[in-house]
């Protein structure tokens, strides 16, 4: 069981502390993952909300902790296709709420959806992947010295 918090912060992907990543929860029963995802300047294009392509990380990063939730932090999704819609904008500073879901995962294709919603309840944006199961990756060893 993946428990909030699990796989992010400091113990977390590099990707997690650029996107402001924090895994909430996983229902097991409907294999959704549930994160908070809080928008960095950094993200945003002039217009003050985040650029089109980095929306897509936060789609993958729900979608990909909803499958390695599902396998107990055993594997991890490997994207072959993304597809996604952008509905509204993600703007600087607020806080976004993702929900990933594995739609079906079998042993050579895992289908998943991801929507990031406003804290309101808004859809912003949704998506749909096709990935390959692979074994979760690790960090590289620390260095001493």
């Given amino acids: 069981m993946i428990k909030s918090g699990d796989w992010t912060g400091e113990d977390g992907s590099p990707h997690t502390a ?3 990543s924090e895994l909430l929860g996983f229902d097991e029963e409907t294999s959704t993952a549930t994160m908070r995802f809080t928008v960095k300047p950094e993200m945003c294009t002039w217009r003050g909300g985040v650029q089109g392509g980095l929306v897509a990380g936060y789609l993958d990063d729900v979608m990909g902790y909803a499958y390695v939730s ?3 932090g055993e594997q991890a999704p490997l994207n072959l296709e993304i597809s996604m819609q952008l509905l509204g904008l993600l703007t600087e500073g607020s806080t976004i709420i993702g929900k990933g ?3 079906r995962g079998g042993r050579r294709v895992i289908f998943l959806e991801g929507e990031l919603l406003s804290e309101e309840g808004q859809v912003l944006a949704r998506s749909t992947s096709t990935a390959i ?8 060893p620390q260095e001493i010295g």
């Fill in 18 to 20: 650029l996107l402001g």
């Fill in 70 to 72: 599902a396998t107990g």
């Fill in 101 to 103: 879901r594995v739609v």
């Fill in 133 to 140: 199961p692979t074994a979760r990756p690790v960090p590289p």
